[in-house]
């Protein structure tokens, strides 16, 4: 409780813990994409991250999945959900900017 955690990302310190190799560029360009609420893996290729690749256009449940808008669509991922949450009523709803109004 009450913990502080610094870490000095200038000089490559930063707390990962995983069982992959990862690439700090590619992880800032992924959740840049999860804020900009991208639904396209050529989105998150545009600006550096190919991690979601395979899940768009290599998983065969997604790639027979009769919502799939074509090559390199992902669906309503992370990003999409946090940055346009669909409402029982059709309307949409910045998950994001609610958080950032409500502090």
């Known amino acids: 409780i ?3 955690l610094e870490y000095d990302v200038a000089n ?3 707390p990962l813990i995983t069982t992959r190799k990862s690439y700090y560029k590619s992880a800032i360009a992924e959740l840049l994409g999860y804020l900009r609420g991208y639904d396209s893996a050529a989105q998150f ?3 550096g ?3 979601w690749d395979a899940n768009a256009n290599e998983n065969n449940a997604w790639l027979n999945n009769p ?3 074509g090559e390199d669509d992902m669906g309503r991922v992370y ?3 946090g940055r346009s949450w669909q ?5 949409h709803l910045d998950q994001l900017k609610k ?3 409500n502090l």
């Open 2 to 4: 009450n913990a502080d």
């Open 12 to 14: 490559n310190q930063f």
């Open 45 to 47: 290729r545009d600006i």
């Open 49 to 51: 991250c190919k991690t």
């Open 67 to 69: 919502n799939r808008q």
């Open 79 to 81: 990003g999409v959900q």
């Open 87 to 91: 409402k029982p009523d059709g309307s």
């Open 99 to 101: 958080v950032i109004n």
